[in-house]
């Protein structure tokens, strides 16, 4: 009887041992991952680490799964998924091609973006500067895809260098074997300060990483991790915001002092701990709904203030910000600010030459605010530029812009642009307006009035829309201000606008001033509207005073005077003439001619010491943005330079001649003398710009 039980017996034990291995083989999930951190990576120690990690470690304890990870390279990953080797893949970008051949979950990870970094000495600004130059990527990478794509659009050719992981990228970059590489942007700012490489202002493909899972496979598995993802994104304390702020905000490791160590010591603060706790839940319980709303509203808010200040840094890399620009052109003087609000708008502007001779000008308004309008104007900058060099003519450049991003535009976002050409030889301005604010043109004693010739749609409605321009010829010394919305729709802490009337009011007061000057004037003026009450939409202006040719080469005067006080008309009729070729403002005309008369009476009353006649030379010239005066005079040696005006005495008792040189003194920016050849020789130098 025993020799029959004892078979039966070790056939059950066989089979709950079959059933135990069975049932832990249905609870094993591999999950295969590539380097792609802080999402999921190996730290030095071997250890699997990351905000994947994180939720998938929490989801298993949860529904008592086991997890095994299988390293690899990106394609390593997505094979094995193909082929059910792996049963979960964490961090697949949400895209198309992705969707075609994987299962995606509902719920996002993390937002990501391509970044393309350069060498730390490299001039790449943007993609127009990648022709005929080695980029490193990522195999099969979706930011790799979709650069390639872009640059195909723009018939740019570049060597691609394919490797294995993002660290490869940023190590062959950082050894300078290829001139660029791209990465997500997390990975960037995790490891760049590790390599001497630099983020460019060019980043693209805004991206959702989510889990996925092979076709007919595990579905299961994917709707859990779904239904855990969207629960825990509803608790701004979970384990989903404590890992995202841990591996993108960086932790700092706490160690004990040696007199906190012993175990009373850590009993007594876990007590203290303890009644904090307490009396904290307690409080936590009267308000509880307040508390619960309130952490919502700061959670939304900081992601928020995050998106916003990428879009501001993105903005601000794009538009040009060292002025003076292109410093060797006498032919025009520009100046441009971005003052970016507080919700950062699309505002852009841009100034650049399709050939030696004739300026492009741009400025533009995309609608809709923070990051997608930020990548919105980053996008459409680039295209303008590229269309700028291949077209030349405004009309048949927006026409082309317009086109490719009415073709794929299902978010219906649009842009308003302003685009001129100047030619610089004859002074036409050749432009159109697409939806913008039409710019206005200066006169020289500030009278203005708006360009509205040329007005057509915005940008992004209809691709088949043809373009037209309107032409405008500038003269010497008048000036153009391109601005966005915001500068007329600026508002007051009473809700009134600063208006398209109060503008021209403002510029008619800028007659004679540079164009940083104008630009700070007005933007002055903005603020002291506005007050205390913050931007609601980014402040933009441009402005331009042209030079014409014929004006620039002017040599100069040189007239001889003789040593009689009634000479200053003509030294005054020299001044104006030779100012006037140059476009002076005004008041260096009053300076400089307040101050040659005090040194030219010095001259005539104390300079020969008799009543005989004689010659005084004057030479006026241009030289480098200032107006410049030689005196010589053939009188008694006098250094001007040393005479000190002494202010302990009253005002009538002081020697007239002393106070007219102090006076002169402060009103140039540069007085100099010498005595040569027997002449006393004074030059005098005022800077105009």
């Given at each position: 009887?025993?020799?029959?039980?004892?078979?039966?017996?070790?056939?059950?034990?066989?089979?709950?041992?079959?059933?135990?291995?069975?049932?832990?083989?249905?609870?094993?999930?591999?999950?295969?991952?590539?380097?792609?951190?802080?999402?999921?990576?190996?730290?030095?120690?071997?250890?699997?680490?990351?905000?994947?990690?994180?939720?998938?470690?929490?989801?298993?304890?949860?529904?008592?799964?086991?997890?095994?990870?299988?390293?690899?390279?990106?394609?390593?990953?997505?094979?094995?998924?193909?082929?059910?080797?792996?049963?979960?893949?964490?961090?697949?970008?949400?895209?198309?091609?992705?969707?075609?051949?994987?299962?995606?979950?509902?719920?996002?990870?993390?937002?990501?973006?391509?970044?393309?970094?350069?060498?730390?000495?490299?001039?790449?600004?943007?993609?127009?500067?990648?022709?005929?130059?080695?980029?490193?990527?990522?195999?099969?990478?979706?930011?790799?895809?979709?650069?390639?794509?872009?640059?195909?659009?723009?018939?740019?050719?570049?060597?691609?260098?394919?490797?294995?992981?993002?660290?490869?990228?940023?190590?062959?970059?950082?050894?300078?074997?290829?001139?660029?590489?791209?990465?997500?942007?997390?990975?960037?700012?995790?490891?760049?300060?590790?390599?001497?490489?630099?983020?460019?202002?060019?980043?693209?493909?805004?991206?959702?990483?989510?889990?996925?899972?092979?076709?007919?496979?595990?579905?299961?598995?994917l709707a859990t991790l779904d239904r855990y993802l969207n629960k825990l994104k509803e608790n701004p304390n979970s384990i989903f915001y404590s890992s995202l702020d841990r591996w993108t905000q960086g932790v700092r490791k706490v160690t004990l002092p040696l007199w906190l160590r012993p175990l009373w010591v850590l009993s007594a603060i876990a007590g203290f701990m303890g009644l904090i706790i307490l009396g904290n839940v307690f409080l936590r319980r009267q308000v509880k709904l307040q508390t619960e709303a309130l952490?919502?509203?700061?959670?939304?808010?900081?992601?928020?203030?995050?998106?916003?200040?990428?879009?501001?840094?993105?903005?601000?890399?794009?538009?040009?910000?060292?002025?003076?620009?292109?410093?060797?052109?006498?032919?025009?003087?520009?100046?441009?600010?971005?003052?970016?609000?507080?919700?950062?708008?699309?505002?852009?502007?841009?100034?650049?030459?399709?050939?030696?001779?004739?300026?492009?000008?741009?400025?533009?308004?995309?609608?809709?605010?923070?990051?997608?309008?930020?990548?919105?104007?980053?996008?459409?900058?680039?295209m303008i530029k590229s269309a700028a060099r291949l077209l030349a003519e405004p009309e048949y450049i927006l026409a082309d812009v317009n086109r490719e991003i009415s073709r794929n535009n299902p978010s219906l976002t649009f842009v308003t642009v302003f685009l001129g050409?100047?030619?610089?030889?004859?002074?036409?301005?050749?432009?159109?307006?697409?939806?913008?604010?039409?710019?206005?043109?200066?006169?020289?004693?500030?009278?203005?009035?708006?360009?509205?010739?040329?007005?057509?749609?915005?940008?992004?409605?209809?691709?088949?829309?043809?373009?037209?321009?309107?032409?405008?010829?500038?003269?010497?010394?008048?000036?153009?201000?391109?601005?966005?919305?915001?500068?007329?729709?600026?508002?007051?802490?009473?809700?009134?606008?600063?208006?398209?009337?109060?503008?021209?009011?403002?510029?008619?007061?800028?007659?004679?001033?540079?164009?940083?000057?104008?630009?700070?004037?007005?933007?002055?003026?903005?603020?002291?509207?506005?007050?205390?009450?913050?931007?609601?939409?980014?402040?933009?202006?441009?402005?331009?005073?042209?030079?014409?040719?014929?004006?620039?080469?002017?040599?100069?005067?040189?007239?001889?005077?003789?040593?009689?006080?009634?000479?200053?008309?003509?030294?005054?009729?020299?001044?104006?003439?030779?100012?006037?070729?140059?476009?002076?403002?005004?008041?260096?005309?009053?300076?400089?001619?307040?101050?040659?008369?005090?040194?030219?009476?010095?001259?005539?009353?104390?300079?020969?010491?008799?009543?005989?006649?004689?010659?005084?030379?004057?030479?006026?010239?241009?030289?480098?943005?200032?107006?410049?005066?030689?005196?010589?005079?053939?009188?008694?040696?006098?250094?001007?330079?040393?005479?000190?005006?002494?202010?302990?005495?009253?005002?009538?008792?002081?020697?007239?001649?002393?106070?007219?040189?102090?006076?002169?003194?402060?009103?140039?920016?540069?007085?100099?003398?010498?005595?040569?050849?027997?002449?006393?020789?004074?030059?005098?130098?005022?800077?105009?710009?």
């Amino acid at each position: 009887m025993k020799n029959k039980i004892r078979p039966i017996f070790l056939f059950i034990l066989f089979w709950l041992h079959w059933q135990a291995a069975a049932s832990a083989a249905d609870d094993l999930i591999v999950v295969g991952f590539h380097d792609n951190t802080p999402l999921i990576f190996t730290d030095t120690d071997g250890q699997v680490k990351g905000i994947a990690v994180d939720l998938l470690s929490y989801i298993a304890d949860e529904e008592g799964w086991q997890l095994r990870y299988l390293p690899g390279s990106y394609s390593e990953c997505t094979r094995r998924l193909e082929e059910n080797t792996i049963d979960l893949f964490p961090g697949m970008a949400v895209a198309k091609e992705n969707e075609n051949r994987f299962v995606l979950g509902k719920e996002t990870i993390v937002s990501n973006w391509g970044q393309l970094y350069t060498a730390s000495d490299a001039v790449l600004s943007d993609i127009l500067d990648f022709q005929d130059k080695d980029v490193a990527v990522v195999t099969s990478d979706i930011y790799f895809q979709f650069f390639a794509t872009t640059l195909e659009k723009f018939g740019i050719h570049s060597r691609f260098v394919q490797v294995d992981s993002y660290g490869e990228v940023l190590s062959l970059i950082h050894h300078k074997e290829v001139a660029a590489g791209i990465v997500p942007r997390l990975y960037g700012a995790y490891y760049e300060k590790r390599f001497r490489v630099r983020r460019s202002p060019v980043s693209f493909r805004h991206t959702e990483l989510r889990f996925a899972i092979c076709k007919d496979q595990n579905r299961k598995i994917l709707a859990t991790l779904d239904r855990y993802l969207n629960k825990l994104k509803e608790n701004p304390n979970s384990i989903f915001y404590s890992s995202l702020d841990r591996w993108t905000q960086g932790v700092r490791k706490v160690t004990l002092p040696l007199w906190l160590r012993p175990l009373w010591v850590l009993s007594a603060i876990a007590g203290f701990m303890g009644l904090i706790i307490l009396g904290n839940v307690f409080l936590r319980r009267q308000v509880k709904l307040q508390t619960e709303a309130l952490k919502v509203t700061i959670a939304e808010k900081e992601k928020i203030e995050s998106e916003l200040s990428v879009a501001r840094e993105i903005q601000s890399q794009l538009v040009p910000a060292e002025f003076p620009a292109f410093s060797n052109r006498k032919e025009f003087d520009i100046y441009a600010s971005l003052e970016p609000a507080r919700e950062v708008g699309g505002d852009f502007y841009d100034c650049f030459f399709i050939d030696g001779n004739h300026l492009c000008l741009v400025i533009g308004d995309v609608s809709g605010k923070g990051m997608p309008a930020a990548l919105f104007m980053a996008m459409t900058k680039t295209m303008i530029k590229s269309a700028a060099r291949l077209l030349a003519e405004p009309e048949y450049i927006l026409a082309d812009v317009n086109r490719e991003i009415s073709r794929n535009n299902p978010s219906l976002t649009f842009v308003t642009v302003f685009l001129g050409v100047l030619n610089l030889s004859s002074g036409e301005l050749t432009y159109s307006c697409a939806g913008h604010n039409p710019p206005l043109f200066i006169g020289r004693k500030g009278n203005s009035v708006l360009l509205g010739d040329a007005q057509c749609p915005a940008i992004g409605f209809d691709d088949t829309f043809q373009y037209r321009q309107a032409v405008v010829k500038m003269q010497h010394g008048e000036s153009l201000l391109l601005y966005t919305d915001g500068v007329t729709e600026a508002q007051n802490s009473q809700d009134h606008l600063f208006t398209q009337e109060s503008l021209m009011n403002t510029v008619s007061l800028t007659a004679g001033l540079s164009p940083k000057q104008r630009v700070v004037a007005i933007v002055s003026r903005i603020r002291e509207f506005t007050g205390e009450r913050p931007l609601d939409d980014d402040l933009t202006l441009l402005s331009l005073t042209y030079f014409s040719p014929h004006h620039i080469d002017y040599s100069g005067k040189t007239i001889v005077l003789r040593n009689d006080i009634h000479e200053m008309s003509r030294i005054i009729e020299a001044i104006t003439q030779v100012a006037e070729s140059a476009a002076c403002p005004r008041v260096v005309v009053h300076d400089v001619t307040l101050a040659i008369e005090e040194v030219f009476s010095n001259i005539v009353f104390y300079g020969f010491g008799d009543d005989l006649d004689h010659n005084i030379t004057l030479e006026l010239f241009i030289e480098d943005n200032a107006l410049i005066l030689i005196l010589q005079d053939g009188g008694i040696p006098f250094n001007p330079l040393n005479v000190q005006a002494n202010r302990e005495k009253p005002l009538e008792e002081r020697d007239k001649g002393g106070m007219g040189i102090m006076l002169a003194k402060n009103l140039m920016d540069r007085i100099e003398y010498r005595r040569d050849q027997g002449k006393n020789i004074l030059r005098l130098e005022k800077r105009f710009r």
